[in-house]
C-alpha cells in the first residue's frame, strides 16, 4: 500500500475531462512539490507536471495539475483514446529521506 | 538531445550481484541529481536512490540500504547501481531518471528505456 494514495482506475469518455486524485500528508505532498508521470504500457514514465502546475516543453495546455494541503489533482481535458495510459503522483518525503510514487492510477478512455 | 541508455541487466541468482550503468549524453551530466526507478513485472514505479549532481550525496529507500549502491562518474557521465544480495523481489525493470534538480530527487525529466532486472535460480 503507498504513502501516496491513487484511485487503482477510471474511465471517461472521448472529449470529456479525467481528475486524477493523490492523496499524502505532512511530511511529503504537505511540504514539497508535486509531479505527475505518464506511462503507456511498455514504455518509459513521461513527466506531464512539476512544481504542482507546471508543464514541461510539449505537454498540451489541457493537461494541468493542483495542490491543496496534502492532496494533489491531475486533470486532463478533451480526452482522447492516446491519453489511456497509468498516471503516477510523485513527491519527496521528508520524514523518510526517500522520493514517493504513487500507486498509479489506469486511466482508460471509451 | 538527452539521452540516457542503460545497460547491465540481465538474469542473476539470489544473493547474486549486478552491476547496471547508465550512460546520459546531451545535457551537462554533473549540473544534476540523478535516480534509479524500478518497476517490477505488473506494478507500480518504485524509486530506488538518488545522487546528487556532485556525487556527494546519496539517497535510499529504506529496503535496499545497505544492499544498493548509487554512484558516479562525472568525467564520463555514466551513472550506477551496484546491487548486492539480490532477491527474487528485486526482480523489474530499472530506469535511470534525471532529474530536473541538484540535490536530491525532486522530479524526473528525463527516463532511459529501462534494463531488466531478473533474480531467479
Known amino acids: 500500500q503507498s504513502v501516496l494514495a491513487q484511485p487503482p482506475s477510471m474511465s471517461a469518455a472521448p472529449g470529456q475531462k479525467a481528475t486524477i486524485s493523490c492523496s499524502g500528508g505532512?511530511?511529503?505532498?504537505?511540504?514539497?512539490?508535486v509531479s505527475w508521470y505518464q506511462q503507456v504500457p511498455g514504455t518509459a514514465p513521461k513527466l506531464l507536471i512539476y512544481?504542482?502546475?507546471k508543464r514541461p516543453s510539449g505537454i498540451p495546455d489541457r493537461v494541468s495539475g493542483s495542490k491543496s494541503g496534502t492532496s494533489a489533482t491531475l486533470g486532463i481535458t478533451g480526452l482522447q483514446t492516446g491519453d489511456e495510459a497509468d498516471y503516477y503522483c510523485?513527491?519527496?518525503?521528508?520524514?523518510?529521506?526517500?522520493?514517493?510514487f504513487g500507486g498509479g492510477t489506469k486511466l482508460t478512455v471509451l | 538531445e538527452v539521452q540516457l541508455l542503460e545497460s547491465g541487466g540481465g538474469l542473476v541468482q539470489p544473493g547474486g550481484s549486478l552491476r547496471l550503468s547508465c550512460a546520459a549524453a546531451?545535457?551537462?551530466?554533473?549540473?544534476?541529481?540523478m535516480s534509479w526507478v524500478r518497476q517490477a513485472p505488473g506494478k507500480g514505479l518504485e524509486w530506488v536512490s538518488a545522487?546528487?549532481?556532485?556525487?556527494?550525496?546519496?539517497y535510499y529507500v529504506g529496503s535496499m540500504k545497505g544492499r544498493f549502491t548509487i554512484s558516479r562518474d562525472n568525467s564520463k557521465s555514466t551513472l550506477y547501481l551496484q546491487m548486492d544480495s539480490l532477491r527474487a523481489e528485486d526482480t523489474a525493470v530499472y530506469y535511470c531518471?534525471?532529474?530536473?534538480?541538484?540535490?536530491?530527487?525532486?522530479?524526473?525529466?528525463?527516463w532511459g528505456q529501462g534494463t531488466l532486472v531478473t533474480v531467479s535460480s
Open positions: 505532512n511530511s511529503n505532498i504537505g511540504n514539497n512539490f
Open positions: 546531451g545535457f551537462t551530466f554533473g549540473s544534476y541529481a
Open positions: 531518471a534525471k532529474d530536473r534538480g541538484y540535490n536530491y530527487a525532486t522530479d524526473f525529466d528525463f
Open positions: 512544481d504542482n502546475n
Open positions: 510523485g513527491t519527496w518525503d521528508d520524514s523518510v529521506s526517500a522520493f514517493l
Open positions: 545522487i546528487s549532481g556532485s556525487g556527494g550525496s546519496t
